[in-house]
């Protein structure tokens, strides 16, 4: 195990989607979501098949033993992506960031609703805390009253990219059983395949013929995708998932330069006081999770026979 090696690729993995996040919303005005899936899934896989080669991997990580669990799995990633592209042209990019968040918030319900896994009072608290973040992120778009600050438009908004941390959360509870028969790069590869050829299927509701730098900027995206998934998969070799986790969080901190920088957006207050309530369930929600595999750790070696 190299922790600090684990946490820089963490670190490189947030910056590849929180870039690619930023090239989709540079285009939303123009290019449709499902389009935008499309370029994301579909030039990530060259990247992946090239990893997978240097790895020497391609011939068994391509291997599927659950080929329908890969289709359902694909079908809520592409719809979590799809919503969360769509969000982009409505909400700032530290907004859509945080409403993200609620995404392993709601794994941890979905995964005692679906997979039978035991949460107690504490993981409970933190879901409950992070809600309410996610919650005072979303207020102020939620008021559509004429005059406020918030709009028809941003409400709109805010349900899409909440929709997509729904769909995004129900994904992990399919790849945490995926995980159980299939290897990590089967998960990987199969996934932008399965959007690829989803994302096709909204060609009739009106894909667009985009700009030379248009297009550029969405075959940036899936090269930038296909690039972070392989540092996120290489991070969690490289240490501890409750080691590299929390660095997911330091997306907020690019998300706000970026934000502010390239496309102008300003914080508000209230955006930055959820943010914190979410970041900070989530750190929690790390924190026990890692000490329930130290118990169950000790309590393995505690049964195991000696001498």
């Known amino acids: 195990m190299r922790p600090m090696r684990g946490i820089l690729l963490k ?20 290019v449709p979501p499902g389009q935008a899936v499309f370029f994301r899934s579909f030039f990530a ?6 990893w997978l080669f240097y790895r020497h991997e391609l011939s068994t990580g391509l291997k599927a033993k659950a080929p329908m669990g890969h289709f359902w799995r694909g079908l809520v990633g592409t719809m979590a992506m799809g919503l969360g592209f769509a969000g982009l042209g409505y909400l ?7 409403i993200g968040y609620a995404a392993p ?8 609703m679906f997979l039978g896994e035991v949460v107690r009072l504490y ?3 933190a879901v409950v805390l992070g809600l309410i973040g996610v919650l005072i992120v979303l207020s102020p778009r939620l008021t559509v009253v004429p005059g406020a600050s918030g709009g028809t438009a941003e409400a709109f908004g805010a349900m899409l990219v909440l929709g997509g941390a729904v769909f995004a959360a129900l994904a992990q509870v399919f790849v945490r059983k995926l995980v159980l028969e299939e290897k990590t790069a089967a998960i990987v590869f199969y996934f932008s395949l399965t959007a690829t050829l989803l994302s096709l299927t909204t060609i009739p509701f009106g894909w667009v013929l985009p700009s030379g730098a248009e297009a550029g900027l969405l075959i940036a995206s899936g090269l930038l995708g296909g690039l972070g998934q392989i540092f996120l998969t290489s991070s969690y070799r490289e240490a501890d998932a409750s080691v590299v986790a929390p660095f997911d ?5 690019f998300a706000l330069g970026i934000g502010y920088w390239v496309f102008d957006e300003i914080p508000t207050l209230t955006m930055l006081a959820g943010a914190s309530l979410v ?3 989530g750190v929690l929600i790390i924190w026990r999770e890692r000490q329930l595999g130290l118990e169950r750790a000790r ?4 049964m195991t026979p000696q001498g």
């Open 105 to 112: 918030l709601l794994t941890v319900i979905f995964a005692a």
């Open 299 to 302: 309590q393995r070696k505690a």
């Open 279 to 281: 970041v900070t369930a």
């Open 123 to 125: 993981r409970i608290s």
């Open 249 to 253: 969080y330091a997306s907020m901190l």
């Open 92 to 98: 700032p990019l530290p907004e859509v960031t945080a």
């Open 45 to 50: 896989i060259p990247v992946i098949l090239v």
């Open 11 to 30: 670190i490189c993995s947030v910056i590849c989607f929180i870039i690619m996040a930023s090239l989709i919303k540079a285009t939303a005005d123009h």
